[in-house]
């Protein structure tokens, strides 16, 4: 079996996400993609990002619709800053050595990835599958491919997929300014986020 892992903040969760999860499922032939919402980080931070059980039933809302498509609490159960490669541990407790899990990124998280919590031990446990984001070019990424290859022996896969330009904060940005985020969310999220009066500055 092979299972995709989309994990991030979600904050909040849009159609870059859930366009590039549906591309990578199609393209390399995933059974399933488990979205993967962070908790929330230690005290200090925790004005700046909303509150998990948020993000979390944005993402559910997000995703019902695809029979393809999982949405796990397994970051919400555990205390304090989570750390994937305790999660990717996690899953393979729980699922065994029948299944391989390619965890789905953009590009930021090919820059990423070195800074976080053993990185080479996160490689190991799973395939990197990433494509690239407006954000970042095209050049710089696939060096940056190259580089997670050489220095961690990584298992990459890249895809061609759409270019999105969407990303959390330019919805956040947009709601602060009073302006639509409509086909930026999926209809269940944007009603969930007005209904909410999330992401308002007080
Ligand atoms: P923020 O703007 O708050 O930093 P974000 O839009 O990057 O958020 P995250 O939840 O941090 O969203 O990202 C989770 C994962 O989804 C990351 O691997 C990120 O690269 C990927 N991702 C997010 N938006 C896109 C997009 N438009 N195209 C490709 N990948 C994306």
Not at 7 to 19: A, R
Not at 29 to 45: A, G, M, Q
Not at 174 to 193: A, C, D, F
Request: net charge negative; with cysteine.
């Amino acid at each position: 079996m092979k299972i995709g892992i989309a994990g991030g903040t979600f904050n909040p969760i849009h159609l870059g996400h859930l366009i590039i999860a549906e591309y990578m499922k199609c393209k390399f032939f995933l059974d399933k993609v488990i979205f993967i919402p962070s908790n929330n980080p230690p005290h200090k931070d925790r004005n700046a990002i909303l509150d998990a059980t948020h993000r979390y039933e944005m993402v559910r809302l997000a995703t019902e619709s695809n029979p393809d498509f999982e949405v796990s609490d397994i970051e919400l159960q555990r205390e304090g800053v989570t750390y994937t490669v305790d999660t990717l541990e996690e899953l393979h407790s729980i699922y065994g050595n029948t299944v391989d899990f390619f965890f789905l990124s953009g590009a930021d998280v090919v820059f990423d990835i070195r800074n976080w919590r053993s990185p080479e031990k996160v490689l190991k446990l799973c395939t990197l599958i990433t494509t690239g984001r407006p954000t970042h070019n095209i050049a710089d990424f696939e060096s940056g491919v190259k580089e997670l290859v050489n220095k961690y022996n990584a298992r990459v896969l890249t895809a061609d997929s759409p270019l999105i330009d969407i990303s959390s904060t330019m919805i956040r940005d947009r709601i602060q300014k009073g302006l639509s985020i409509k086909y930026l969310v999926p209809e269940l999220v944007e009603q969930y986020i007005i209904n909410n009066k999330l992401y308002i500055r007080e």
